[in-house]
């Protein structure tokens, strides 16, 4: 296994538990800026698993893309790609003339660089699938039954939120595992730190907690807009929950700053907030491919 750098933790803990030998990597960029890669492994025959989560993508994909193409030169019988978030799967559509669909983009790129792909919940939406976007295999793991498991340990008399129709059908799979109510709001995207949420007649949740569930969060003004509206509402400081810790800027500090009671992630981005373990279910997939 090798472990890109910024997903020890994770890595670790996914080598532990199938019993990988972790290969030493050498990472670094030359005066220049262009990049250096060296693997110490025994690669030949062997499957190479490497692990990297893709958030802030730009800088970490071109030493990725050597580093895969590095194991095939090295004769690795498959190179299979754990990328527990998935990056640019949200531009899934020309939404202006003339506009880049970096998800199909970026899909050609990594696939032309690997054998098989392991992700976590990737933001489909457009999307019913990542086969058709990826021309590899790709396993996708659900973070619903370890957030629903959560929120039952966690959280007395929960009621879920999805803040978008978009979240409607992850929202309604969580609820159900955790025995839970749940409503979904409406919501407005007007700009990348723009959104406008409505908040149906949530009267007769006042003695709930509110959790809000979502996969991404990113700027966090999805997550920052319905904490400020359910508390106006009445309703207990909410508890956020996502996926994806992605956090850009000053997020993180944003949405704790707006009232949220928890802020609370899966462990796909290494942060602070990470409380739910997603490393056995990505071990079971890497298991199965
Ligand atoms: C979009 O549809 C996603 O499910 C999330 O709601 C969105 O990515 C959150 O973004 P932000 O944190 O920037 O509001």
Redesign the pocket.
């Known amino acids: 296994m090798v472990i890109y750098p910024g997903n020890e933790s994770l890595g670790r803990r996914i080598a532990e538990t199938l019993g990988a030998d972790v290969a030493s990597l050498t990472m670094r960029q030359f005066p220049d800026e262009e990049s250096y890669v060296q693997l110490s492994a025994a690669c030949a025959g062997r499957d190479v698993i490497v692990v990297a989560t893709l958030d802030r993508p730009n800088p970490k994909v071109l030493p990725l893309l050597f580093l895969v193409d590095l194991a095939h030169e090295l004769r690795a019988s498959r190179v299979i790609l754990v990328a527990p978030y998935l990056a640019y799967m949200?531009q899934d559509t020309r939404f202006k003339s003339g506009e880049a669909v970096t998800s199909r983009s970026f899909a050609k790129l990594l696939s032309g660089g690997i054998d098989a792909l392991v992700t976590v919940d990737p933001?489909l939406?457009r999307y019913q699938a990542l086969a058709g976007l990826y021309s590899v295999p790709a396993h996708v793991i659900h973070a619903a039954p370890l957030v629903a498991e959560w929120i039952q340990a966690e959280v007395e008399r929960p009621l879920l939120v999805g803040?978008?129709s978009?979240?409607g059908q992850w929202v309604a799979d969580v609820a159900r595992r955790a025995s839970a109510p749940y409503v979904v709001l409406e919501k407005t995207r007007r700009g990348d730190r723009d959104?406008e949420v409505s908040v149906p007649d949530v009267e007769r949740w006042r003695d709930h907690r509110p959790v809000l569930v979502?996969?991404?969060?990113?700027?966090?003004?999805?997550?920052i807009e319905t904490v400020r509206r359910l508390k106006s509402a009445d309703l207990p400081a909410p508890i956020c929950v996502g996926v994806h810790a992605v956090f850009a800027g000053d997020?993180y500090r944003d949405l704790r700053a707006a009232g949220a009671e928890r802020v609370v992630t899966t462990n796909t981005i290494a942060h602070e907030s990470n409380q739910i373990d997603v490393s056995g279910a990505i071990t079971a997939a890497v298991g199965r491919t």
Not at 216 to 222: G, L
């Open positions: 949200r933001h939406h803040p978008d978009e979240s959104v979502d996969d991404i969060i990113s700027t966090a003004r999805t997550m997020a």
